[in-house]
């Protein structure tokens, strides 16, 4: 081949890339930020600012459609927030490519801010942390269906998190499925126990007894879980009850407590008052990561897997080979070649009739 020829070559699959390259971002969607002021939040002991943020990606077509769309809520996880969501991951160009390929059709995609004076949301009500559970169904659901060209039918809504928000996602399946159809959790915490008892976690209890501000507790995650489902409104400052007691400068087990705490926080403790919402989902998928550093995880999601079954929930449990979240927001992570196909295959994307 002549120069010339190389030179025109050269010349050709610059300008086809530079076409298909166009094409691949040519139909954008668009990230816009909202604020809702929750009056459901006031009622807490830990100080949660009442303007929550909300981050919502609407679709390419949405602004000339007129057309209205299913919704997907995202649940992140502890010690995060909605805004770092986005600027951590390319939220928006994952779902622009999986529109433009054909993986999914156009939805409209909610990230509320969970975060908190502590470590955020555990997705519980509770009167010392906050009703979360109410605040979701209750103010989040109605103020995006008012305000954008949403489908409004539980058909066409669906539940998506990582990690603590994985059991968001889940929890919401279990108690709402009045609401919500559709449900994918990445990597969920907290769907059981793990190998090791709760006694056996390592815990300082002398710190959490003498710390008078959260910021000075060591076991942070653990006393969270105290505040969710240990609420104690007569006891400051962290307003929960523990499990293990103070007595003469030891630390007691209350095995009343632990059995509550675990009650509350292990969805498997629920799961057989839950089924029959669970049955009437369209779609429940879940994955976790096989080298999670906390092995507890994924014995407790093989388990959770296992106990769906044995009561007939139709579901789909995938073990994956790597580790919690580094795969899920990649160009072609787990977002993009697993919960965005399962949502095409069981969401609604037509109004019902």
Not at 25 to 41: A, H
Not at 227 to 255: H, I, M, S, T, W
Not at 310 to 335: A, C, F, I, K, M
Request: hydrophobic share 40%; aromatic share 14%; charged share 20%.
């Amino acid at each position: 081949m002549t120069k010339l020829g190389i030179t025109l070559f050269i010349s050709t699959i610059a300008t086809c890339y530079a076409i298909n390259g166009n094409a691949q971002i040519k139909k954008q969607g668009r990230v816009i930020t909202e604020k809702l002021v929750s009056t459901i939040l006031k009622e807490n002991r830990i100080g949660i600012n009442v303007n929550r943020t909300i981050k919502i990606y609407l679709p390419p077509d949405y602004a000339s459609s007129g057309k209205a769309y299913p919704v997907v809520y995202y649940f992140h996880s502890m010690f995060y927030s909605a805004e770092k969501l986005f600027s951590d991951n390319p939220i928006a160009s994952v779902f622009d490519r999986a529109i433009q390929n054909q993986v999914v059709g156009e939805f409209i995609f909610v990230a509320a801010d969970f975060s908190s004076p502590t470590i955020g949301s555990l997705y519980e009500n509770s009167p010392t942390s906050g009703r979360w559970l109410d605040f979701i169904v209750n103010e989040l659901v109605p103020f995006v269906d008012t305000k954008f060209r949403t489908l409004p039918h539980r058909d066409s809504r669906a539940l998506a998190g990582d990690f603590m928000g994985g059991r968001g996602a889940l929890k919401l399946a279990m108690t709402h499925a009045e609401m919500f159809s559709v449900v994918y959790a990445l990597h969920p915490v907290a769907t059981g126990m793990g190998h090791r008892p709760w006694l056996d976690l390592q815990m300082n209890w002398k710190n959490i007894y003498s710390a008078k501000i959260f910021d000075e507790v060591d076991s942070k995650i653990f006393v969270a879980v105290s505040q969710a489902f240990l609420p104690n409104a007569n006891r400051p400052p962290f307003y929960c009850d523990f499990f293990r007691d103070e007595v003469n400068g030891e630390f007691k087990v209350n095995v009343d407590n632990i059995n509550k705490a675990k009650a509350g926080f292990h969805l498997e403790e629920t799961l057989i008052e839950s089924s029959a919402n669970l049955r009437s989902m369209r779609g429940i998928a879940f994955d976790w990561a096989r080298f999670d550093p906390n092995a507890d995880h994924v014995y407790a999601n093989q388990a959770f897997s296992k106990k769906l079954r044995d009561l007939d929930v139709v579901h789909e449990g995938e073990e994956y080979n790597g580790d919690p979240g580094s795969q899920n927001w990649t160009e072609y992570g787990r977002v993009y070649s697993r919960l965005l196909p399962f949502m095409a295959r069981h969401l609604v994307f037509v109004a019902v009739k």
